[in-house]
């Protein structure tokens, strides 16, 4: 069974950090590309971003400079830090595995963020 769980969000005030956590379990996780999305109320789910499977990250240019993926292969792992948070970053954020050939995929529930002060 594979399971994608998510931890970390919560309330933070703008300007603020959070560390985004996604556990991975059922999957060899070293053969997959994994993401990190988000879905703001009335708005469609967006690419915050991702790393490939060899360590290669890439984001959206809304949160360059401010968000930073890593990946512990040892620990199935996938991390976001958040720094310089903003209103707008405010949303469900999920995480998502995409195997490197075949493309399955693989998402977690998600966990809230939500920057406000």
């Known amino acids: 069974q594979v399971q994608l769980v998510e931890s970390g969000g919560g309330l933070v005030q703008p300007g603020g950090s959070l560390r985004l956590s996604c556990a991975v379990s059922?999957?060899?996780?070293?053969?997959?590309?994994m993401g990190w999305y988000r879905q703001a109320p009335g708005k469609q789910r967006e690419l915050v971003a991702g790393?490939?499977?060899?360590?290669?990250?890439y984001y959206a240019d809304s949160v360059k400079g401010r968000f930073t993926i890593s990946r512990d292969n040892a620990l199935n792992t996938v991390y976001l830090q958040m720094n310089s948070l903003k209103p707008e970053d405010t949303a469900v954020y999920s995480c998502?595995?995409?195997?490197?050939?075949?493309?399955?995929?693989?998402w977690g529930q998600g966990t809230q963020v939500t920057v406000s002060s």
């Open positions: 790393i490939t499977k060899s360590g290669v990250a």
């Open positions: 059922g999957i060899i996780f070293s053969l997959y590309n």
């Open positions: 998502n595995a995409d195997h490197h050939i075949y493309h399955d995929k693989y």
